[in-house]
Structures are given as structure tokens and as C-alpha cells.
């Protein structure tokens, strides 16, 4: 198994966490993302879209870093990422897309790239809009993670689920890009509980080997 | 079950079409996003991130259209909208989350709304920068279709999955921002193989009762 990822990469980070998780270490390929090296031919011979993160498994190249994490729970199913009924597994998903489809693809290096090229805005311009973002998707996640009841660590019990996989590099980012993370009380009581775990710890991307 | 929708969301398309292949009818409430009301109290006590699609059932609230068709699927698993192997399910997800996590965040409302008050964006800069994104992922979405050699109508197979139910709704949304669709062949053959289904006609914007 050879995993494509890049240290700061917010979906690369979010499946290191899982594959720690689990306890599966794939062999892991350092895409350059600065230099561009994701859309050299190399690459798009393996992942046509040209993103990373990619895994390839038996012949087979997966992208997509929640449908990686999904695969990964399916074949390693301990601990689970995605415990509890349907209900809540619907929660737990939910609650991982609102950072994963409303969040993070507008903070993503070639939508900054576009905006700077395209619509005049310069560093200050692309934090704004970032921050503009985050902020929305952070304040949604905050008001559903404060109105659990479960009295547990994490955002949806007392273990660490899809959800805070997508949290822990979303609260990365916010940092990254200059968002004062203090308005989310419940979110930062749940990056100290993750942030405590080996598993979480050893995923982050200032300790990655590739990161500069 | 109650399903909050809107004619011309792409996500609301996307459940609407999920309930029709498993047989399911929620009663459907409508959500005016033009009049903003998916901003309103009423609606935000229901779903913090005021955006729809929502699905209440059982006393629960779903959000996110990926997650609420994935609970579709595990409670009503006939006729399966991931069929196969885990690998199989994996390049399933994928396909769909480069439209749902790739290209369908770009082009939405809030995002169109945001350019234009502040990078000084008039329609044709909101249609350019639709069309960019959709171009790039529906390429992505081509190369893999294209690569398939399975001899079926849809994506990945003979029967619809949940990558067709995303990339027919994003097809519509290409028409709607005036992007030429041409270059992408096999997409517009799939198109052709679900528009004939009549659980993928009747749920299309056009054809529901809030339509104008």
C-alpha cells in the first residue's frame, strides 16, 4: 500500500490520523504541492485529477481522502470511525462534509491561486476569504459538537470518529490562515483531546519528514 | 420523514433522485433559497448551517446530502446505491466527492453571492468562475468514466450508484452556468442512460412544484 500525501495538505493529514488509528502504516510518497508536482504526468498518470492525497492498493488508486478513510474503516473495521447506528453514523458523516464539502474546497491552494489571479486579491485578500469561510463552517460545527450530551472527549462520544479526523486539520487550518479559534469553546476542548493522542499527534504536518 | 428542499439545489437533486430509486416518499417541505429563507430562525433552529438539503426523521435532523444517502442506503439497502467490493465502493465515493467536495462548493449561492460583493465579480465573472471549476472536475469525472470498461450504461456499472446521482444533478448545473458540456462524452452518455430512468426524470428541478 503507497500512500501520495503532502505534509500540510488538510485531506493528507486527515487520513494520517486514521491509518494511525487503525495501526496501518503504508509506505508514503511526498508529493511537492508548491512546486506543482501534483499535476506533473507522473502523477495524473496515477490520479487523473491530480490532487493528492491518493492511495494505491492492490493495483487499484484511490483519491479522495473521506472515501480513503471509509475503504480504510471498511477493511479495518477497529476501532471504528463511523460507530453506532445509522442515525449516527448519518451524524458523524454529516458533521465530517460540512468540513469536507463546505469548508475546506474553498481554501484549497488553486482556489487561492484563481482568486489571486483572477480577481486582484493579494495574501490579506486570500486570509479573508478564508477566514470568511472557516469561520462559517467552524461555527456550525461548534453548535452542533456543544449540543451533544454524550459527556465524552470527542465530538461524538467518548472515541475518536470520522468527525474528529475532519476537525483536528480544520482547526490546523484555521490557524494557518490567521482565524482567532477562540469563539469555538467545545471544538478546542475537543483538539486538546485529540491532540493528546499519539495517534493525532504523530499525524501532524510539522512532523512529517517532508515538512519545511 | 420530512424532507426540506429546493428546486434548483444541486445536493436537494442529488437526495431527491436517491429517494426515487429506493422507492421512498418523504413528505418534502420548500425552502426558498432566493428569499434567503434557509437563513431564517425557524430554519436554523432545525439546521444550524442553514442550508438545505435537511432530513428530519425519527426526531433527527440529517444534514449534508452525501451523508443523508448514505443512511438511505444502509436502511433501505435495495436497490444498493454502492454496490461491489470495498474497492469497488471506494472509486464509487471518490467519483462523487470530486463533484460534491470538488466542484459543487464552488458554484454554490453563498460562494456566488461572496464574488460579487467582494472581489467586484458581475455575472459573467460568477459564470467564468463556475465554468472553471465545473470544467476541471467534470474532466476528472471523464478520464475515470471513460477508463471503465464494464459495458454498462452508468458510471460504474449497469444499475445507477451514487456517482451517477451526483454527476447528473452537476451536468444540469454545467448547462445552467453555459458551460459547453460536449468534451465530455461518456459523461453525456451516462446522462442520456439516467435521463430515460424515471426516477432520475421526476426528479429533476424542472419538473418539481416549486419550480419557477
Known amino acids: 500500500m503507497k500512500f501520495y500525501g503532502y505534509f500540510r495538505s488538510s485531506s493528507a493529514y486527515r487520513c494520517r490520523i486514521a491509518f494511525n488509528l487503525k495501526g496501518v502504516q503504508p509506505e508514503t510518497v511526498f508529493v511537492n504541492l508548491r512546486e506543482g508536482l501534483q499535476k506533473s504526468d507522473d502523477f495524473r498518470s496515477l490520479n487523473p485529477q491530480g490532487l493528492v492525497p491518493a492511495l494505491e492498493v492492490d493495483g487499484n488508486v484511490l483519491s479522495q481522502s473521506l472515501a ?23 451524524h458523524i458523516r454529516a458533521f465530517a462534509q460540512i468540513i469536507a464539502c463546505e469548508v475546506h474546497p474553498l481554501q484549497n491552494l488553486r482556489v487561492l491561486n484563481y482568486i489571486k489571479q483572477n480577481h486582484g486579491q493579494d495574501q490579506a485578500g486570500a486570509d479573508g476569504w478564508c477566514q470568511h469561510w472557516i469561520a462559517e463552517g467552524l461555527a456550525a460545527c461548534e453548535a452542533i459538537a456543544a449540543a451533544q450530551s454524550h459527556g465524552g472527549g470527542f465530538v461524538f462520544g467518548d472515541s475518536p470518529s470520522l468527525a474528529d479526523i475532519c476537525l483536528a486539520p480544520q482547526l490546523f487550518s484555521a490557524d494557518r490562515f490567521g482565524l482567532d479559534t477562540a469563539p469555538y469553546g467545545r471544538l478546542n476542548e475537543i483538539r486538546a483531546t485529540c491532540e493528546a493522542m499519539p495517534a493525532f499527534k504523530d499525524a501532524h504536518p510539522s512532523r512529517q519528514p517532508d515538512a519545511i
Chains 1, 2 share one sequence.
Open 68 to 90: 480513503m478513510i471509509e475503504w480504510l474503516d471498511e477493511t479495518n473495521p477497529a476501532p471504528p470511525l463511523l460507530p453506532g447506528t445509522a442515525i449516527e453514523r448519518a
